[in-house]
């Protein structure tokens, strides 16, 4: 949402992106961002994929609310 601005917005995304969620034990997931952004916007990428995890919180367009914490 951080990097397209809404979840159904028309056209390709700025910057293609896919997320995927690892296990690492019954409380630890591992969450990695692959995307696809030109060298000169990469610090713009990272630090909006940062700032939407310390939100710690997201309703999904399926009206879900999560929440998380972040240990780095």
């Known amino acids: 949402m951080e990097l397209c601005g809404h979840w159904d ?22 969450l990695m961002v692959e995307f696809d952004a030109p060298d000169a916007e990469l610090e713009i990428v990272k630090s909006r994929i940062r700032a939407a995890l310390d939100q710690g919180e997201l309703t999904g367009p399926d009206g879900r609310h999560s929440t998380w914490s972040i240990d780095s």
């Open 9 to 30: 917005h028309s056209g390709p995304c700025r910057w293609p992106h896919y997320s995927t969620i690892h296990p690492q034990s019954e409380k630890l997931q591992l």
